[in-house]
């Protein structure tokens, strides 16, 4: 048995028409529901239709020109009429450059997908983003996913453990 | 008040469990890789943008900084070249963007890297030389 997406909502935010077609054909042969998958073309379309239908997953290319993308994803975690704050988002980009990655990841990005990509990349950070989630820290500086993946010693305080308090949604 | 909030898996409680099998991934690459998009038209949308701010430059000889459009043009080029079977162009342009990224300051030399790159992608695109 596979997963069951008749009812996951995913917003495709895509620079060309083209590619949104070739992620929709993906994501369909992966059993999403054409009918379940919206597209948009920028930043202010790709938030409008998420205010209106409140999407399961939200796959957002990094959008030139500059880093609409960017601008997107700290729009849904921060925003106060968001209307899932929470929502896995998916960073595509055409470049792994270090500096884009951390600028996704500190947006609160869920995940970072690399064009060209295959349909197993695609399958494993959907997969991620449903088994794996990472518990959200909510800052005046942050909102997203807990940045720290690896499980590895630093020196200093552990601050989530002493000073911030875990809440279940 | 700063907070950890574990939110509600609204993802897992609608997909349930299973994953994907192998059989759907490799179905779904095909998809990627049988796809019929023209990237010829879609490339040549990016370079030409890249030969306006080219020629721009040629005008106002401002070599202080690198106009963050012709970035996003380069990178949509790598990224899209070989979604849509032109490996040539994800390839030549990741150089071009590697080159980039490791300079420490934007000089002259860059625009010329630009305007080589530019000639070598169309060249690519009307040989239709994909691989």
Redesign the interface.
Same mark, same amino acid.
């Given at each position: 048995?596979?997963?069951?997406?008749s009812?996951?909502n995913v917003l495709i935010v895509e620079?060309?028409k083209?590619?949104f077609?070739?992620f929709r054909?993906?994501l369909t042969?992966?059993?999403v529901p054409e009918k379940n998958i919206e597209a948009a073309y920028s930043c202010e379309e790709g938030y409008h239709k998420f205010q209106r239908t409140n999407h399961?997953?939200i796959i957002t290319d990094?959008l030139?020109?500059?880093d609409k993308g960017v601008e997107l994803a700290l729009k849904v975690r921060k925003s106060e009429n968001s209307p899932?704050r929470?929502?896995?988002i998916i960073m $595509? %980009? @055409?470049?792994s450059?270090q500096s884009r990655v951390i600028k996704s990841r500190d947006a609160g990005v869920s995940d970072y997908l690399v064009?060209?990509? $295959? %349909? @197993?990349d695609?399958?494993t950070r959907?997969?991620r983003?449903?088994?794996k989630?990472r518990?959200?820290?909510?800052?005046?500086s942050y909102c997203g996913p807990?940045r720290r993946v690896r499980n590895v010693p630093f020196p200093g305080e552990d601050r989530?453990v002493s000073?911030?308090?875990?809440?279940?949604? | 008040m700063d907070r950890i909030i574990i939110p509600k898996n609204v993802l897992k409680e609608k997909a349930g469990s299973g994953g994907f099998s192998n059989d759907l991934i490799l179905e779904a690459q095909e998809k990627i890789d049988n796809n019929s998009v023209d990237f010829t038209l879609i490339a040549e949308k990016y370079l030409a943008r890249i030969r306006a701010s080219l020629s721009e430059h040629s005008k106002t000889k401002d070599c202080s900084h690198l106009c963050p459009s012709i970035l996003g043009d380069l990178t949509q080029l790598r990224a899209q070249g070989a979604m849509f079977h032109f490996y040539s162009i994800t390839h030549v342009t990741d150089i071009v963007l590697d080159l980039i990224d490791s300079l420490e300051n934007v000089d002259s030399k860059i625009w010329m890297i630009i305007d080589s790159y530019e000639k070598c992608a169309s060249l690519l695109l009307r040989a239709q030389v994909k691989d």
């Open positions: 048995m596979s997963y069951d997406f009812r996951v620079s060309t083209e590619m077609k070739l054909d993906v042969v992966l059993e399961d997953l990094w030139e020109c500059p899932n929470y929502v896995p $595509t %980009a @055409g470049s450059h064009k060209p990509f $295959t %349909a @197993g695609l399958a959907i997969s983003a449903i088994e989630p518990p959200f820290v909510l800052t005046s807990d989530r000073t911030l308090r875990t809440e279940h949604q | -």
